[in-house]
């Protein structure tokens, strides 16, 4: 698909069939996460892909899936066949930038979630690619997911991205707003004129 096809294409899709995801196009997907760029090339982002049933109702359950369905939304993590849990290490970071040809103070900027957001759009856009879709559930919404999954101190996860085959969705609060025209967010030479 054309570069700008998956970009005009893509959207965060909350429901899907359960069917499995093909597993070489999984690979792809979770290989496009390793292209991204990273601050320093420190490299800091980690995914855990699951694919279990048993894994994908647990995390379900941590985000309070049965509180949305009983309020008229469709199951949205435990239907999804493939969730992958995005996760950031700060340490890897502020060890990359502690090394001479860096700067520590360059962290004023915590440098992993954006490094997250680098990563987390190419995970999107290859799903888009491989003719499946993708949504993103912050990680704010599932407390106890380190526990489940074994992710060791220190490693923050940003969210849980997940995979497959759209089913059609009413459209979600968020995207009822529309987008920001782009006259809005693109300044010519200079903010104010
Ligand atoms: C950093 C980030 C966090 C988001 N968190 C959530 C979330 O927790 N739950 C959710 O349903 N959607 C979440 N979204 C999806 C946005 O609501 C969605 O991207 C936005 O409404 C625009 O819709 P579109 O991506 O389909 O174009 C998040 C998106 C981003 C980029």
Known sequence: MEHRDVVRRRRMVRRYRTDPVDPAALERIVAAAGRGPTAGNAGGISLVAVTSQ???????????????VARGYQPWLSAAPV?????????????????????????????????????LLLILQA????????????????AGVTDLLGIPKGVEVVGIITIGHPLPEAPASSARRGRR?????????????
């Open 54 to 68: 048993e894994t994908r109702t647990a995390l379900a359950g941590l985000a309070g899936e049965a509180g949305w």
């Open 83 to 119: 969730h992958l849990v995005l996760c950031v290490e700060p340490a890897t970071y502020r060890s990359r930038y502690a090394e001479p040809d860096k700067d520590p103070a360059a962290l004023a900027i915590p440098w992993w979630w954006v490094d997250g957001g680098a990563a």
């Open 127 to 142: 799903a888009v690619d491989e003719g499946l879709a993708a949504g993103f559930l912050g990680a704010h919404a599932v």
């Open 181 to 193: 025209p782009f006259g809005e967010f693109v300044h010519r030479e200079h903010w104010g004129r």
